[in-house]
């Protein structure tokens, strides 16, 4: 899911740099606002169980 999140920024920025129209970018840029957004509450509500067990 990171790797989808920053292939979208990376797709937002190429936008920018190629000067496509304001709402492409400003359409992009809230997409990828929301994914993140998102993605930051599952992880914080989630249990990550990082212990080890043998």
Known sequence: MDTLI???LLATMIAMY????RFVVLGAWWVMLLAVIL???HHITSSLALTLSY
């Open 6 to 8: 920053f292939g979208g």
């Open 18 to 21: 190629r000067d496509a129209s």
């Open 39 to 41: 993605l930051m509450a």
